[in-house]
Nanobody, 121 residues
Framework: QVQLVESGGGLVQAGGSLRLSCAASGIFFSINDMGWYRQAPGKQRELVARISSGGDTNYADFVKGRFTISRDNAKNTVYLQTNSLKPEDTAVYYC???????????????WGQGTQVTVSS
């Protein structure tokens, strides 16, 4: 009923940039907070950035000044602009969203399938 589809990942050299996108589709009433998380092999999934429905943002310390999260509510899409990429940024990047499927319904949490970002040294 609800899908989050990420795109924009790929292979880049250190210092390069990628623009990740996540589009929500399906049947839902509203999207609340959206965010990006990442997980490297053998490591815990960690927060990269989150953005509220009103545009308030929250970033992990290790990406401040390099990454920018934004959203287009009309398109139900959240973006992550990644600049000055480092090899340690290599991970699968996952889109996350809090949604209300119905008016005043519970806030359900959804994950996308992930998109691979690989940064070569």
């Amino acid at each position: 009923q609800v899908q989050l589809v990420e795109s924009g990942g790929g292979l880049v050299q250190a210092g390069g940039s990628l623009r990740l996108s996540c589009a929500a589709s399906g049947i839902f009433f509203s999207i609340n907070d959206m965010g990006w998380y990442r997980q490297a092999p053998g490591k815990q999934r960690e927060l990269v950035a989150r953005i509220s429905s009103g545009g308030d943002t929250n970033y992990a310390d290790f990406v401040k000044g390099r990454f920018t999260i934004s959203r287009d509510n009309a398109k139900n899409t959240v973006y992550l602009q990644t600049n000055s990429l480092k090899p340690e940024d290599t991970a699968v990047y996952y889109c996350n969203a809090d949604m209300n499927l119905r008016l005043w319904g519970p806030r359900n949490n959804y994950w996308g399938q992930g998109t691979q970002v690989t940064v070569s040294s």
